[in-house]
């Protein structure tokens, strides 16, 4: 059965620091894994979709990789602002399923 | 153009109602689902149709029914409606099960 965590629950940090959001999955034969957050009373939003042949993805100030053997996957922000302050999770689809499971989050506040 | 809409965004009603929330993507999309977050902001998977074909029933009270006329639309219909039903319920898309997942903006239901 996957099992997604993700650490830490929370994190604040002054404005421009660079940070990691870490995310751990214990069944590795996923499809991919995808990084959101989420805006308090909001959808959720995608951010990037790591595909499980690839190591790494970017996005601007965003930069996820995978590690399917050792069952990680981590979130760079370079540069933190105040608009990054969300809940950000990460989801892994269960082997031969439709069933993505999601972590339980890291609420992120970045201080002006 | 909202890619996953969900109707209504609020829903306040008393214990034993009906009530029914609608969902649709204009992705092309093949497979929706329905996820609930619960007031700790944990996201569990509900149901999951590819194309119009249920695939995912987890663990639900039977008065939960999700009905997919098309594969653009899944409604949740909930019946005799309980407390523990408080909580933001939310449609989402991909292609084939496997793709990068669109959300929508939820919808919370208050049960009083």
């Known amino acids: 059965k996957q099992e997604v965590t993700q650490i830490p629950a929370a994190l604040s940090v002054p404005e421009g620091e660079n940070l990691v959001l870490n995310c751990s999955f214990t069944?590795?034969?996923?499809?991919?894994l995808q990084w959101f957050r989420q805006d308090p009373g909001k959808g959720l939003t995608s951010l990037l979709l790591?595909?499980?042949?690839?190591r790494e993805q970017t996005s601007g100030r965003l930069n996820a990789s995978l590690d399917k053997s050792s069952g990680r996957s981590t979130l760079y922000i370079a540069a933190s602002q105040p608009g990054d302050s969300a809940t950000y999770l990460c989801?892994?689809?269960?082997?031969?399923?439709?069933?993505?499971?999601f972590g339980t989050g890291t609420r992120l506040k970045v201080l002006a | 153009d909202t890619a996953v809409s969900q109707t209504p965004k609020y829903l306040v009603t008393q214990m034993g109602n009906d009530k029914s929330i609608k969902c649709e993507q204009n992705?092309?999309?093949?497979?929706m689902y329905w996820y609930k977050q619960d007031s700790k902001k944990f996201l569990k998977i509900m149901f999951s149709?590819?194309?119009?074909?249920?695939?995912i029933n987890e663990t639900v009270p039977n008065r939960f029914s999700p009905k997919s006329p098309d594969k653009a639309h899944l409604n949740l219909h909930i019946n005799s409606l309980e407390l523990g039903d408080s909580a933001v319920y939310f449609c989402?898309?991909?292609?084939?099960?496997?793709?990068?997942?669109?959300f929508g903006e939820g919808s919370r239901l208050t049960v009083l």
């Open positions: 069944d590795s034969a996923i499809y991919n």
């Open positions: 790591i595909q499980s042949s690839q």
């Open positions: 149709y590819n194309n119009k074909e249920l695939i």
């Open positions: 989402a898309s991909s292609q084939q099960g496997s793709g990068e997942l669109f």
């Open positions: 989801a892994v689809p269960t082997s031969g399923t439709y069933k993505y499971i």
């Open positions: 992705l092309g999309h093949d497979t």
